[in-house]
């Protein structure tokens, strides 16, 4: 199956390409709305544009003394109500399908910080680390050294992986580790904060759930190709809120259980998995 990257681009216009079930019902009412929405546009212009023409001081010098029309007044009633059934049923089917878990093989708990993520996998025993955004340093500094870290950054987060090249970093959007699950598989996420609110989100996942302090929400997703998917923090909670991004590295399933058996015997307990994104932070 084919290595997919999914990630904010400039100059790109509309949704990114959708990776999970809900995200292609996102699309599809997105798509939806966007005609209904041209065709009232359309409709309501030519209406005006008419009128303006029509009754005109010119054209129209006595003007009309008519107080209603039955008919016409049925009808703008009666058409925007079946408009809004129209948008209405496949509304409350993507309202179900986001809120309502399916049975999870599953549970990834994710925690945010300033500025920071901490994931935890629930069914694996000493399963946790924090996910830090790589220096920006890496980018913007061409010196010698600052790439020589980058490499080093890029080999560290390669061996987590358990991949045998270097994987391709992004500025503002890579992290020193990454959460890792399988393809076609449903995974609930649950998600709180430590400090402040804070928000998890993956565009191509159609994902995007509040971090609340003392509070537990609950999403999911069933990301369906193999690939690395790209989000950011979605809800402003402090100076450093750009630089808390979200990356989610999906493989197959004889890689995830590889990552899992690699990452249980690396990392002894919990603590072992936190480290800094970059040398030099």
Known sequence: MAQVVRKGEDGLM??????????????SFHDLLLVIITVITLLV????GWVMV?????ANPKPSKVSHNTVIEVVWTAVPILILVLIAIP???LLYAQDVTPKADLVIKAT?????WTYEYPDYENMSFDALMLAESFYTDKSAESQENRRAAEQRLADFLVRDT??????LLDTDTRIVVPV???????????????SWTI?????????????LNETWFKATEIGTYYGQCSELCGIRHAYMPIVVEVVSEEQFKLWVERTRAEYASASDFKRLASAGR
Request: glycine content about 6%; aromatic content about 10%; hydrophobic content about 40%.
């Open 54 to 58: 029509r009754y005109r001081r010119k």
């Open 91 to 93: 509304s409350f089917k």
């Open 45 to 48: 212009a030519a209406l005006l």
């Open 203 to 215: 565009p191509s996942f159609g994902v995007k759930v509040d971090a609340v302090p003392g509070r």
């Open 112 to 116: 945010g910080h300033q500025w920071y």
């Open 166 to 171: 270097l994987p391709e970093t992004y500025r």
């Open 14 to 27: 509309g949704l990114q390409p959708a990776a999970t079930p809900v995200m292609e019902q996102l699309t």
């Open 184 to 198: 076609n598989t449903v995974v609930k996420m649950l998600v709180t904060a430590s400090d402040v609110l804070h």
